[in-house]
């Protein structure tokens, strides 16, 4: 069955880094577009970042751009988030997402989140 399991959360100062995983399986990784999207407490998910199936093209939102990097291993069926210079306001539970347009509309695949939280 598909499985997204995001791994790499938790507990980090303000200033420190950590590096998400989403190591996927039971569907075609490397026709997906990749995203990681968060949600904080009595806020709706937001999109962080995304990345094409080939890895050749990704876009970061602007609240995260030149800190977080997202990347992909299509070899692993895997994407990664770096975050560097972490903030309060990035703590959030971060969701793994695959993305692609079939003939039927847009199908979308979730992980179940990771905690991240950026406190001192």
């Known amino acids: 069955q598909v499985q997204l399991v995001e791994s790499g959360g938790g507990l980090v100062q303000p200033g420190g880094s950590l590096r998400l995983s989403c190591t996927t399986s039971g569907f075609t990784f490397n026709i997906n577009t990749m995203n990681w999207y968060r949600q904080a407490p009595g806020k709706e998910r937001e999109l962080v970042a995304g990345?094409?199936?080939?890895?050749?093209?990704?876009n970061h939102a602007d609240s995260v751009k030149g800190r977080f990097t997202i990347s992909r291993d299509n070899a692993k069926d895997t994407v990664y988030l770096q975050m560097n210079s972490l903030k309060p306001e990035d703590t959030a539970v971060y969701y793994c997402?695959?993305?692609?347009?079939?003939?039927?509309?847009?199908?979308?695949?979730w992980g179940q989140g990771t905690q991240v939280t950026v406190s001192s």
């Open positions: 990345i094409t199936p080939d890895g050749g093209s990704s």
């Open positions: 997402n695959a993305w692609r347009r079939t003939a039927w509309g847009p199908r979308n695949y």
